[in-house]
């Protein structure tokens, strides 16, 4: 069975510049989140999809940072301007329905420079 | 809210010595418990879980048991070796809206 897929694995970008993210959820998987994880801290949960709906999205900065899961499917992070405190790991993770486990991509690790 | 806490790390052992990691959670209702393993330049795999009091999850030699009585998750081992250096996470899901709810991680090193 594939896993997570996430692209790109590294990014650097200049603060202000926008940046996206893709992940591709396991198949069937109908619950997708994205996580934001700083060096040294644990995950902190942006946004969770159920399949292409918004169920929570109240941590995610929505003055910079916006996803989109259209087709239910893929899912697309942005963050347009940048600033240097994005810089972390973003983690892509999914679902099914009804299993609480969730099984995580490798991350895309962002560098704000 | 709920919430996890874990042991500060990092954690320095010498192969083959036993391992403890505590974790202990805060929730209101009956949550189910996982153990992440993050290996460098890695994403999070899941190590092992338990979804209620008194089940023991168990992988690749860890162990750990749901205690409701303690509102404990502790990760054990009994003989480490170099390639458990990770960092590892403990985390509860809420059965409301299955989020994960993660403690800070624990950076464990084992030297040969």
């Known amino acids: 069975e594939a896993g997570v897929a996430q692209s790109p694995r590294y990014k650097i970008i200049e603060k202000r510049q926008s940046v996206a993210f893709w992940c591709n959820p396991i198949s069937g998987h109908a619950t997708l989140y994205w996580y934001q994880q700083i060096l040294g801290q644990g995950p902190k949960l942006l946004i969770q999809f159920q399949n292409n709906g918004v169920v929570d999205d109240s941590q995610l900065p929505k003055d910079r940072f916006s996803a989109e899961r259209l087709k239910g499917v893929d899912s697309t992070l942005k963050i347009q301007p940048a600033k240097l405190e994005d810089s972390a790991v973003y983690l892509c993770a999914s679902r099914t329905q009804t299993n609480t486990e969730a099984f995580f991509g490798q991350g895309t690790r962002l560098t704000v420079v | 809210g709920d919430s996890v806490t874990q042991m500060e790390g990092p954690v320095t052992l010498s192969e083959e010595a036993f391992l403890t990691i505590n974790c202990t959670y805060t929730a209101t209702g009956y949550p189910s418990l996982f153990w992440y393993v993050q290996y460098p330049g890695e994403g999070l795999q899941l190590l092992l879980k338990a979804t209620k009091a008194d089940d023991k999850g168990s992988n690749k030699g860890f162990e750990a048991t749901y205690r409701k009585e303690t509102t404990s998750f502790h990760l054990e081992k009994g003989s480490v070796q170099v390639s458990d250096s990770a960092v590892y996470f403990c985390?509860?899901?809420?059965?409301?809206?299955?989020?994960?709810?993660w403690g800070a991680g624990t950076k464990l090193i084992i030297k040969p």
């Open positions: 985390a509860l899901s809420d059965r409301s809206n299955y989020q994960l709810i």
